[in-house]
């Protein structure tokens, strides 16, 4: 019943190299400037994850700013009172 070839094994070949997190904070940091600000906060913890193994430090950075920018300029949205 266990299946090495299914989508659980893809995710898990996909999170071993950080494709996973790098497209995953990709997507959440475009979402989070079009859509829905607090995917901002998923970007920022892809980006983390891809900064924190060192195998994409610029990717990584680049992706949780992004991320934290749409957040921030969300909360800041928010007090102004608009």
Excluded: C, H
Excluded at 14 to 39: C, Q
Excluded at 51 to 67: K, M, R
């Amino acid at each position: 019943m266990d299946d090495p070839t299914g989508v659980s094994a893809t995710v898990r070949a996909w999170n071993e190299d950080g494709t996973l997190y790098f497209w995953g904070g990709i997507a959440s940091a475009i979402i989070s400037w079009v859509l829905i600000p607090l995917f901002g906060l998923a970007a920022v913890y892809a980006g983390y994850r891809l900064y924190d193994d060192e195998t994409s430090t610029t990717g990584g950075a680049v992706i949780a700013v992004t991320g934290a920018i749409g957040v921030v300029s969300w909360l800041a949205f928010l007090a102004a009172g608009a």
